[in-house]
């Protein structure tokens, strides 16, 4: 306790030995530390081994060699201290296979971590490994990425690693793993395609993957992998691979390779991979290698001394102080660059700052301009003035980045956190204008109808996620005394509604089979029984993935669905009169490229037949709904009768005359 105090004091006081007196806290203190190199961490070659730490903290600093993950002991190589509080460290030699962590002496504690810039790792990410990364890359690994040429073209599929290939009749061998995800030739029930071919039968540009990255909980143990389950928003080492994904979690090369020929195989299959990243919190606000190595400095703290706690997860990094901010860039840059990733996905995006977010933005985009950045702007509580943080209230101020679209969400299936309220999908009337401000990309559209975004690339419109329930189990609070063929219609419309709307589109793995998790609204440690894709029930309902395929394809066709401005949207989508629990919306004269000139969609959310009156002359056709599951009666003359439960949408190439009856 004596020392812990000890410790605690020269936090918040500065300890006159090593920072002159100036506090951890103290924008001083950055000034006087924060150091803009490019060279921290491990810089490896066969001739010798470069360690660069940063802890001005501390008043001693080594780095500790390990023969193996398990050894004891370890041999400490003291380090020198430079300016800016850099310690550095030059051992020559080939050092390939050693494992290493730094000490730190900290007042008269010591603490021993794994380097917060580490690219490999032992078991468990408990140590670093030294290794030369060129000899991860897979046999094939080339620069060549599936064309795309802007964020609103990105129709992104949200998958976590184990759950895509866990199920025992997924047809993949390496079930669970970066290998198995990357399969092909997998058959699943009825000869269905599985895992990888699934996906890419759909359509979509982006896969999603849930946390990839080296994290850190009593759930999952790498050395038996299997037995346990989460989702993985506990971060350890943030530039690593998750080692419970591998086939040899006891290799430092092997996950990085694997992770590698993952994308490499999804990049060859038309697909770009986005990483889901969580930059707001740590695993532990006290036991984290960050706290470990330069106490206090990287955790935002309460007045009285405890830990920001916004995130719900015990902590919130500091991310407006220079050396997290730099962290956050660096990693981002390093998962770009070293793994070619095409996007990212911030989780808890609101609690960190418009600075850092903006900078990655503009580093990114330096990179690839075709990169897709997105994250949850919630607006939620933390120790950062309101003004700086990066969530929807201040999305005029982060351009670029797309921002989950909450309120489509809700307004479609009903509230998040009211588990029995419905939404328009589950035909609660009240929520038709809500749906509006998702179809126009949560932009300023009118008076009465206008969200948080300046542009649509802000909004991701979405209507379920790897969190809360799916909206198979939503559905099943909210209508349950509907037969499930009702309820199947209902989840289609919903699906429509997020096709047909401006920004970024969003699907759940799943989504286009009814996944359920047997009502389970927070699934981040429940067993593979709840969470993995269940491929029979995709076997069973081949229809609902046709509908989606045929969505997917309608909305890559037609540019009218992915308006670039709102000038463009404003100018061209017109909604249209329609009773109650009906939304009807033109999208007119558009000149993108688009093969028809004019749309018009319906989604009627009644269980009745509504007639609806075309808007515009011309020669219409249809271009989804005929068929599928009985959207409409007929199209006769200027008017269009469209079943209960149902989205139609027709398209015009000629302005003589109407669709003939």
Known sequence: MAVQKEIDY????????????????????????????????????????????????????????????????????????????????????????????????????????????????????????????????????TEDKPPFAHPLDAVIYEVHIRDLTIHPLSGVRHKGTYAGACETGTEGPEGIPTGLDHIAGLGVTHVQLLPVYDYATESVDERSPLERYNWGYDPKNYNVPEGSY???????????????????????????????????????????????????????????????????????????????????????????????????????????DLETMNEVRTRLHELDPSMVLLGEGWIMPTELASERRANQANASRLPGIGQFNDNLRDALKGSTFAGKAPGFAGGQPGFEQDVRRGIAGAIAYNEQTRGFALEPVQSVAYVEAHDNHTLWDKLALTNGHEDENRRKRRQLLASAVVMTSQGMAFLHAGQEFFRTKDGDHNSYMAPDTVNRMDWSCCAREQEAVHSMRQLIRLRKEHPAFRMRTAEEIRASLVFEQSVDGCIAFTLRNHANGDPCRDLFVVHNANTHPVAVEIPLPGVWSVLFGLGDHGSFDRLTGGRLEVHGLSSVVLGVTSQVGFYPA
């Open 10 to 141: 020269a936090i918040e006081y500065g300890d006159p030995q090593t920072t002159g007196g100036l506090s951890v806290f103290a924008e001083e203190f950055d000034e006087a530390y924060a150091y803009g190199g490019d060279d921290l961490g491990l810089s490896y070659s066969p001739d010798g081994s470069e360690f660069v730490l940063w802890a001005p903290t501390a008043t001693e600093a080594l780095v500790m060699l390990y023969e193996a993950w398990d050894a004891a002991g370890g041999t400490g190589y003291p380090m020198t201290r430079g300016d800016r509080g850099v310690w550095r460290l030059a051992l020559p030699g080939d050092l390939a296979g050693k494992l290493y962590t730094y000490k730190v002496l900290i007042g008269s504690q010591w603490n021993e971590a794994v380097d917060p810039y580490a690219r490999a790792v032992s078991i468990n990410g408990d140590r670093g490994a030294v290794l030369d990364l060129a000899l991860t890359n897979p046999e094939r690994w």
């Open 246 to 352: 591998s086939l040899n979690p006891y290799d430092p090369a092997a996950r990085i390779r694997e992770l590698k020929t993952l994308i490499q195989t999804y990049h060859d299959h038309g697909l770009r991979v986005i990483m889901d990243v969580v930059y707001n919190h740590v695993y532990d606000g006290y036991r984290a290698n960050l706290a470990k190595l330069v106490p206090g400095y990287y955790m935002r703290h309460k007045a009285d001394g405890s830990l920001s706690n916004g995130s719900g997860c015990g902590n919130d990094t500091a991310s407006e102080r220079r050396m997290m901010r730099k962290l956050i860039v660096d990693s981002v840059l390093y998962w770009a660059r070293e793994y070619r990733m095409d996007g990212f996905r911030f989780d808890l995006m609101g609690l960190l």
